[in-house]
């Protein structure tokens, strides 16, 4: 019976053929789950760097916008002052 298998031709020999899919299936499936692992890494990996990136934008935004706030009231200061000082000095010369 196994002489009539091996010499019987491969479009025949169901058997054969289904095992020969099945191992090939099995190979695939092994495939696809090391490849899916692989992406979950390389994605972990893409996430920490973005949010360090975004964490280090935040920072820079607020840093300036602090910074230009404090300008903006040093401005206000010394106009308010120079407007006093300018107002005292035309004052005591109109008397």
Do not use: C
């Amino acid at each position: 019976m196994e002489k009539q298998k091996e010499d019987m031709p491969i479009w025949q020999n169901h058997e054969q053929r289904i095992t020969a899919l099945e191992v090939t299936m099995q190979g695939l499936s092994h495939k696809m789950d090391s490849v899916q692992e692989t992406i979950k890494e390389s994605n972990k990996e893409q996430k920490e760097l973005l949010n360090t990136i975004n964490n280090r934008m935040v920072d820079e935004f607020f840093k300036k916008k602090k910074v230009n706030l404090n300008n903006g009231w040093k401005l206000l200061f010394t106009l308010l002052g120079g407007g006093s000082f300018l107002y005292l000095l035309i004052d005591q010369l109109i008397k």
